[in-house]
């Protein structure tokens, strides 16, 4: 017998894999912090780990020869790296207290993606004829970006949701949208088999996770399908905006 909360968890899977597909990013940032409401933190995780993963494999078995492999073993070692930390800080703080710091991060970066970025774009660059100050600037940027991945890959350690963060940098070295969506899909198959092999190890895989994860199926694809449908129809900025509202929400869901 499915209970209220097991509807609730697959409407919000519809939507979020809807917004996904859209997007391009934000499902499971979406998803999971009601998802940890209404199943719990440890089966949310395993739940939607695997269900992302399903829905990253389609990409990359369409798009293979657009993976840019290069920037992909990049973004994996560092993002491998920030795993390992993510997972030991979550088993050594209270659940609570990392809600809390997710929920700040994902209202940050929902506040950025509405008003931070356009405020940058409105700044106009100081000229400069110093080619020092130049190179260093670009040296300090490249170090904030590898440090952007890694803190990408201590939020999936914790939550499987370090997607909008990596996206910061994916964005600005993967130009092509084919390219993009291939070379990240690869990278978050590949990173999934490992923390849903953990999660199986530490024994989250219940009878009732394997049970959302095989009826998950059925919102999953139809999320996708409409999302495809829609993106032709819909305003790309306006969905946007829509979706950082509902990642405000989503950062609200987790603090309190």
């Known amino acids: 017998m499915i209970t209220w909360r097991e509807i609730l968890f697959f409407l919000i899977l519809f939507g979020a894999n809807l917004i996904q597909a859209i997007t391009g990013f934000a499902g499971t940032l979406l998803?999971?912090?009601?998802?940890?409401?209404?199943?719990?933190?440890?089966?949310?995780k395993s739940v939607l780990a695997v269900l992302d993963q399903l829905s990253c494999l389609l990409i990359v078995l369409t798009g293979f020869k657009h993976i840019n492999w290069?920037?992909?073993?990049?973004?994996?070692?560092?993002?491998v790296l920030g795993m390992f930390a993510g997972m030991k800080i979550f088993e050594a703080f209270p659940i609570q207290q990392l809600l809390t710091l997710y929920g700040i991060m994902i209202l940050c970066i929902a506040f950025w993606k509405l008003f931070g970025q356009r405020l940058v774009k409105k700044r106009t660059l100081p000229k400069t004829s110093d080619?020092?100050?130049?190179?260093?600037?670009s040296?300090?940027?490249?170090?904030?970006?590898?440090?952007?991945?890694?803190?990408?890959?201590?939020?999936?350690?914790?939550?499987?949701?370090?997607?909008?963060?990596?996206?910061?940098?994916?964005?600005?070295?993967l130009k092509k949208k084919e390219e993009f969506r291939a070379t990240m899909?690869?990278?978050?198959?590949?990173?999934?088999c490992y923390i849903t092999g953990t999660q199986i190890q530490a024994g989250y895989f219940s009878t009732q996770v394997v049970f959302l994860c095989l009826a998950g199926l059925i919102p999953l694809f139809a999320g996708i399908w409409a999302g495809t449908k829609l993106v032709k129809r819909i305003r790309q900025e306006t969905f946007l905006k829509l979706t950082y509202v509902l990642l405000i929400v989503s950062g609200v869901l987790a603090i309190v």
Do not use: N
């Not at 290069?70 to 993002?79: I, R, S």
């Not at 080619?131 to 600037?137: A, C, D, G, P, S």
């Open 31 to 44: 998803a999971m912090p009601p998802s940890m409401q209404l199943l719990g933190v440890d089966e949310a």
């Open 70 to 79: 290069k920037e992909f073993g990049k973004m994996a070692v560092l993002m």
């Open 131 to 137: 080619f020092e100050q130049i190179e260093k600037k």
């Open 139 to 173: 040296y300090l940027r490249s170090a904030g970006m590898l440090c952007v991945i890694l803190a990408a890959g201590v939020i999936h350690g914790m939550f499987v949701s370090g997607g909008a963060l990596l996206v910061i940098y994916a964005s600005s070295v």
């Open 185 to 192: 899909a690869m990278l978050w198959v590949t990173i999934g």
